[in-house]
């Protein structure tokens, strides 16, 4: 068992080890198959989801300066992808698309600040670390997983109850369905509203 963290997020297993970000304890810790846990990295502006590159190289979506972040093999932390020119809030988690690419979620709006919940994109980071957008209309996208054919990505959208999909071909994304649903989404109910776009 390990304890004394402040909030783990992000969780990865690569290469028998399980990784993950103790948020607010700004750090990302790498637990063994026998239980013991190391620090692999300290990250300033808060570490959420974690990825690995084809050659081992872990990317870290940094939260509050907006950055993906890439541990290079000696353990120095590199800028990977810079998406503060974006208006799309903090990051967050983090799915591998394959071939080194990653899909981004983020906030899309000043949650901290007491902003009013708006609808965001999704973002890809290609293997270069140039930025594209992926898919749009989304409600706080947030956890993410790849269906084992990777041919469907799944992501929770915190702010509109529910999952939805995505066709994944060839790294792009098709057109967003609603793959589970936990209740209405903003706006359906008395005394809510719909989240507006940015």
Not at 39 to 55: E, I, K, M, R
Not at 98 to 123: K, M, Q
Not at 160 to 177: D, K, P, Y
Request: with cysteine.
């Amino acid at each position: 068992m390990i304890g004394g963290l402040s909030f783990a997020e992000g969780p990865r297993w690569h290469e028998g080890r399980l990784y993950f970000s103790d948020m607010y304890a700004h750090r990302v810790v790498a637990v063994g198959m026998n239980g013991a846990a190391e620090t692999v990295a300290q990250v300033p502006g808060q570490p959420s989801g974690l990825g690995f590159l084809p050659d081992g190289r872990m990317l870290i979506a940094s939260m509050m300066d907006r950055r993906i972040l890439r541990r290079e093999h000696d353990g120095r932390l590199a800028v990977h992808a810079d998406l503060w020119g974006r208006p799309i809030g903090h990051v967050n988690h983090m799915r591998g698309v394959g071939a080194g690419g990653a899909w981004v979620g983020n906030f899309g709006f000043d949650l901290h600040g007491g902003a009013e919940a708006c609808l965001t994109v999704l973002i890809c980071v290609e293997p270069d670390g140039s930025a594209r957008m992926a898919a749009e209309g989304l409600g706080f996208p947030n956890g993410m997983a790849l269906t084992p054919d990777g041919q469907t990505l799944i992501v929770a959208e915190s702010t509109m109850n529910r999952l939805s999909a995505f066709t994944v071909v060839q790294g792009r994304l098709g057109e967003r369905r609603t793959w589970a649903a936990f209740g209405n989404k903003p706006g359906d109910d008395e005394g809510s509203r719909v989240a507006g776009r940015c």
